[in-house]
């Protein structure tokens, strides 16, 4: 009789499916072959082994490289929250039966379903006692985001315990990835965020964005729960995707249970809603278990938010205001390349430790016209360049042509004709022809026109308003001139020019 609940949890879909009349297009339900392979019956009686291939345990291992906790618990002596007398490192232990009517406690003040099984336990195990130190930080982290969550979950009127499916999806850590692709702290994928208003573009990922993220997940949840009525259902779908439940449920007979499609279910699936269920025991109980909060440092209090009206890198306003790289990397995932897109008309916010908010506050503008040691240096090697490739002569061989020698030089035909004053197309060998590496010479190159003997007396002299983001050398390169014509015109030493200055340029 080992297998005896096996047998009754097997064709139990068959007597629920005769009486809903479940019957799906091209579906017989007299010709279902219901399959479950002897290593889904092990599943079946070992919570362990759907613990060991859920992601929890990765999601919780990637907590604890947070840098921001301090070695103190949340605000208080953790003796005050101690009513139980627990000696500081003992692990509390409990029967089935403290755990089956705590749960059922839980469960009679939610509209979610909560139930205690081995799968449950399996989990309740592995966050109060095997990764306690991460539960702890869990916790801390719950003060950071669950104020957030439970805004969102009320304006969507949706049940108040979803809060704790950040914590199965990412341990509350907002700079979470999965081997899948999933992103922040509901793991959304590509696709599902952009169907929710999440984008993807090549500097910024909302799905590291909390506040979008968040209400993202509430959207997602809410439509999930039109279509299944059921919340366990609708956290499979919201795991494995509404397509791999529907499979489930039409292989379990189109009963619409979790428990009953729970054979049929993705492994990582399977153990998705006793994650959740023993989450929230944990969060509720943890006292019980001898858990608190262990202090989140700057994440609890210590940051606030800028509005930023321009485009500007994380390196300009760490070398400008002294933000730290990390913290400004840490609390601002979603610009993925560390650089903020935004404009007057499209402002972004940006997160960094409060100390620093005033600063930036004051020296806005002179952050975004700030050049960073990493744009001089970009600017000096293409100077350097330009230097070097001002011009050079090609020997012509026997043999070329002006197309095979603009090919080798990666140059046209027409500008080797204007730099060199040519007519025809036809060369000798043993000529020699001016070539421009960069294929612009540094001064144009031009056959003296008639007008041009009405300029003998001069050159003409145009003005030039430094834009945003230009420099010496590109506009050297726009006027086909060298960077130290420009510094001798307008008697200037050094390479630095600001938005507006006015510069000669000769022509």
């Known amino acids: 009789m080992k297998y005896a609940h096996l047998l009754l949890f097997v064709f139990l879909p068959f007597a629920n499916l005769m009486a809903q009349n479940y019957d799906p297009e091209g579906y017989d339900p007299d010709t279902l072959e219901v399959e479950i392979n002897e290593q889904e019956i092990?599943?079946?009686?070992?919570?362990?082994?759907?613990?060991?291939?859920?992601?929890?345990?990765?999601?919780?291992?990637?907590?604890?490289?947070?840098?921001?906790?301090?070695?103190t618990y949340l605000d208080i002596d953790s003796s005050l929250m101690n009513v139980y007398g627990y000696s500081k490192n003992e692990i509390p232990y409990f029967p089935d039966s403290v755990y089956a009517n705590r749960i059922e406690a839980l469960a009679r003040e939610t509209t979610i379903p909560l139930t205690f099984n081995t799968h449950v336990k399996s989990f309740i195990d592995l966050y109060a006692n095997r990764r306690r130190q991460q539960t702890s930080r869990m916790l801390g982290l719950s003060y950071v985001y669950f104020p957030m969550f439970e805004e969102y979950l009320a304006k969507y009127n949706l049940p108040l315990e979803l809060k704790y499916l950040a914590m199965v999806e990412s341990a509350l850590n907002p700079t979470a990835g999965s081997k899948a692709g999933a992103k922040g702290l509901w793991q959304f994928m590509q696709g599902t965020g952009r169907e929710f208003g999440l984008k993807v573009t090549s500097l910024v990922d909302d799905r590291y964005d909390p506040m979008k993220e968040t209400e993202a997940a509430c959207q997602y949840l809410q439509s999930l729960y039109a279509r299944y009525g059921d919340w366990f259902l609708v956290l499979a779908a919201y795991n494995s995707g509404p397509g791999t439940v529907n499979k489930a449920i039409i292989r379990a007979g189109g009963v619409k249970n979790y428990w009953a499609i729970w054979p049929y279910l993705p492994s990582e699936t399977r153990g998705y809603v006793p994650?959740?269920?023993?989450?929230?025991?944990?969060?509720?109980?943890?006292?019980?278990?001898?858990?608190?909060?262990?202090?989140?440092?700057?994440?609890?209090?210590?940051?606030?938010?800028?509005?930023?009206?321009?485009r500007v890198a994380f390196d300009q306003i760490n070398e400008c205001i002294g933000v730290p790289m990390s913290d400004l990397v840490f609390f601002n995932p979603q610009y993925t390349k560390q650089i903020v897109p935004a404009s007057k008309y499209n402002p972004c916010a940006l997160r960094m430790p409060m100390k620093y908010t005033l600063l930036f506050a004051q020296l806005e503008d002179s952050i975004y016209a700030y050049k960073s040691k990493a744009e001089i240096k970009r600017e000096v090697i293409e100077e350097k360049v330009e230097a070097v490739s001002d011009s050079f002569v090609h020997v012509v061989k026997k043999g070329e042509s002006l197309g095979s020698i603009a090919r080798k030089h990666h140059v046209t035909v027409a500008n080797i004709k204007r730099w060199n004053r040519l007519k025809r197309d036809s060369i000798r060998p043993g000529q020699r022809l001016t070539i421009y590496r960069s294929g612009a010479p540094m001064a144009q190159v031009s056959k003296p026109s008639k007008s041009s003997k009405a300029n003998a007396t001069g050159p003409t002299v145009k003005v030039h308003t430094v834009k945003r983001g230009e420099t010496l050398t590109s506009i050297a390169k726009k006027y086909r001139c060298s960077v130290n014509d420009i510094k001798k015109w307008n008697g200037i030493k050094s390479n630095n020019i600001k938005v507006g200055q006015k510069l000669k340029i000769k022509k």
């Open 42 to 71: 092990k599943d079946l009686n070992s919570g362990k082994a759907v613990v060991e291939e859920s992601t929890v345990m990765e999601m919780l291992d990637m907590v604890s490289n947070i840098m921001y906790f301090k070695d």
């Open 275 to 310: 994650a959740f269920i023993a989450v929230t025991y944990v969060m509720n109980f943890a006292t019980a278990h001898n858990l608190y909060p262990i202090n989140p440092g700057l994440l609890l209090h210590g940051t606030d938010t800028v509005m930023v009206r321009d």
